[in-house]
């Protein structure tokens, strides 16, 4: 029995980490593995994490609307690295006109501002891939 | 905080609390306020503690400013919002810096790239800074402006605007926000270590009280504290410790108290829980002058009064019902209102969906402008002192702020407290608690957790903006940097690298950068060779 490994990245030059710290405490708290990376990281620093960790998902905050370039960048790695796996999901303020974009990359996990927790979670159990043996 | 004395109200079941989580009764009456004296804890508007306001006459003698922060893309486009905001009876400027100039990096650095005028305006060089102040006289208006770590840059750049205009040093006002601790503990836009980072500080503190003497040289802010999930007493505590920091390093540096105390200002969040924030700004000035006063030993009644902007609480915003940030805006801007703010923004209903458009950001100035003509508050100074619950409420956030001075003081100061992480994890541990309390709808939020409508579009168009403005401030940077004279900028920044080396003031050695035209990147890697740059661990 696994339980579900995720990485929570704060990429970009914005330092509001709020976001990213609430969530990562709560899905430590739902019973996941949460590696926090901390502030400003590139994607590529992300994906390496993710690799190191062997994580499952990776959940990325963004406000600062720098998401359509570290967002492809970061779906390229993981592609790159043969880590198509690993589910991404966004956090933060994303504008509706981007929503679309980052689908057709992949990315259907999209959570905006007030998002219930809860939410997050099923949508990690929900989505992450079944062969890794998770936790009933 | 544990009162004293009971209420013969307090006998409810139902348990109340601040938004902070300061437990309340239903009922407050005289035995509650035994310990409050008027003549020494309150006395009156003008008079020490300043509890109840700085100036005798209240707003009679002068309204608040009306201050409404922005910035976006270009520095053109951000000077017509400017232009809009002062026709529409705004009554100072604030200006907004995206991302990569509050890093010190240019627009064509990688770590720059998709963060170009995205969070605010791009300003590279003080051509850029031209552009934003085009057509504004710098002695007709106060101009505040909310940059940090490179704050001392922009400082110049604002100053070498200033002699292009043939406007002298002295007819300037308005103020830089230069705060770095509640960088590191808050909003985390730091670049070089706190050491550093504070004589930067002092450095501007000495420069303006020789130059600039009508600056003010720092705002000490709680904005960001709380925006970052703080309650209100930790905002309060943390930023007037961050204050008395200062002070310190200004002292230690050889500057006498009463020289430079009085350009000291402070900007305070104006959240939703309308009597703790009215108590919040009454013990702020309070606790202000008696610190000046006693551990400082200031004499001039200017370092004892604290001055401070207010804007409303971004964070308490949301992106479902959007209208209903109209509402929540007002309650909490008149909350700031009626505890005496000198200053202030009020956010608009789209912030938790994007930058302010044109109308939001004038609905937004519309709410000032019908509290200050319409209501009726400002007409009477300190309108709820002698209050029962407001006195107790000031009393227990002043009793509060005066344990975590102590607890800081324990460490050593608020740059060790920082350095051992303690109010980063403080403010955490609330923000945590906070969304707890929503998840479980302990706390109500209307339209998040309760009174919830089904997703519909958003209901007005946002501001974008698009990748166009990168591209341009990208091909700006590139003609500044053709036309200008290379040797004179290699020497300007070798003399940037050598004064930060010493000890000499490093005002003089940024105003001939940035006269030469260097770039603020280029700057700030010219003091980021010498200092490093600073990182924080990585923790929940």
């Known amino acids: 029995m ?15 980490d709020r976001g990213a710290k609430v969530i990562a405490r709560s899905l430590r708290d739902a019973g996941m593995e949460v590696i926090y990376t901390g502030l400003r990281q590139t994607p590529e620093q992300i994906v390496d994490a993710a690799l190191q960790e062997d994580a499952d998902a990776i959940g990325v905050s963004i406000l600062s609307g720098a998401h359509n370039h570290i967002c492809p960048r970061l779906m390229e790695l993981l592609k790159q690295r043969g880590l198509d796996d690993v589910i991404v999901l966004v956090g933060g303020i994303i504008p509706e006109v981007d929503v679309p974009k980052l689908n057709k990359i992949g ?19 929900n989505h992450v891939r079944p062969e890794t043996d998770l936790q009933q | 905080m544990k009162k004293t004395v009971k209420s013969p109200a307090a006998s409810s079941k139902r348990e109340f609390t601040t938004v902070s989580g300061h437990s309340v009764n239903e009922l407050y009456s005289e035995v509650d306020i035994g310990d409050v004296d008027y003549a020494s804890d309150l006395s009156g508007p003008g008079k020490y503690p300043f509890t109840r306001g700085i100036h005798e006459a209240g707003y009679g003698g002068k309204l608040w400013t009306m201050r409404q922060f922005a910035g976006f893309g270009s520095p053109e486009e951000t000077n017509a919002r400017y232009k809009e905001l002062q026709a529409a009876g705004g009554t100072g400027l604030s200006v907004a810096f995206d991302l990569p100039t509050l890093m010190g990096r240019d627009p064509d650095h990688d770590l720059s790239l998709g963060e170009v005028g995205k969070c605010g305006v791009n300003v590279s060089s003080v051509v850029d800074m031209e552009r934003l102040f085009d057509g504004v006289a710098l002695d007709q208006v106060t101009t505040s402006m909310t940059i940090n770590s490179p704050a001392a840059i922009i400082f110049a750049m604002y100053l070498v605007v200033a002699e292009r205009q043939g406007v002298p040093w002295d007819a300037l006002s308005g103020t830089i926000q230069n705060d770095i601790l509640k960088e590191y503990i808050a909003q985390k836009e730091y670049i070089y270590p706190p050491k550093p980072s504070m004589r ?3 450095d501007v503190f000495s420069f303006c009280a020789d130059r600039v003497p009508r600056w003010n040289t720092i705002s000490v802010s709680g904005y960001h504290i709380r925006e970052a999930g703080s309650t209100a007493l930790q905002e309060l505590a943390f930023t007037l410790r961050d204050g008395i920091e200062y002070i310190q390093y200004g002292v230690d540096a050889g500057i006498s108290v009463d020289r430079f105390a009085p350009r000291v200002s402070f900007f305070f969040n104006a959240h939703n829980d309308f009597f703790e924030e009215i108590a919040k700004y009454r013990a702020a000035r309070k606790l202000w002058a008696n610190v000046m006063r006693e551990r400082f030993g200031a004499r001039s009644d200017r370092s004892l009064k604290l001055r401070f902007h207010a804007q409303t609480a971004g964070v308490s915003l949301t992106a479902q019902q959007p209208y209903n940030n109209v509402v929540r805006t007002s309650i909490q801007a008149l909350a700031s209102v009626i505890g005496g703010t000198n200053s202030l923004h009020t956010n608009s209903l789209d912030e938790a969906l994007a930058l302010p458009s044109r109308d939001a950001a004038l609905l937004a100035l519309r709410t000032q402008q019908l509290i200050a003509h319409e209501s009726g508050v400002p007409e009477v100074t300190d309108p709820f002192g002698g209050s029962f619950f407001l006195e107790r409420l000031t009393r227990d956030l002043e009793i509060g702020a005066l344990e975590y001075f102590e607890k800081i003081d324990q460490f050593g100061g608020m740059v060790e407290a920082i350095e051992q992480g303690f109010p980063q994890s403080e403010i955490a541990n609330s923000a945590f608690r906070f969304q707890q309390e929503i998840e479980s709808g302990e706390r109500s939020l209307v339209g998040v957790n309760e009174h919830i409508e089904d997703k519909s579009e958003t209901p007005f168009e946002t501001l974008y903006i698009d990748e166009a403005v990168a591209e341009r401030q990208v091909a700006a940077l590139q003609e500044v940097k053709s036309k200008r004279d290379s040797m004179q900028v290699i020497a300007a920044l070798d003399a940037v690298r050598m004064a930060a080396e010493g000890t000499q003031n490093l005002m003089d050695p940024l105003l001939e950068a940035v006269r030469a035209h260097a770039t603020l990147g280029e700057i700030c890697d010219s003091l980021r060779d010498v200092w490093g740059e600073y990182e924080e661990a990585a923790f929940l």
Not at chain 1, 2 to 13: D, S
Not at chain 1, 112 to 124: A, K
């Open chain 2, 200 to 202: 930067l500080v002092t």
């Open chain 1, 2 to 16: 696994r339980r579900i490994r995720i990485v929570i990245a704060k990429p970009g030059l914005d330092g509001h």
């Open chain 1, 107 to 125: 990315i259907d996990g999209i959570f905006p501002p007030g998002t219930p927790m809860q939410s997050i979670v099923d949508y990690l159990t």
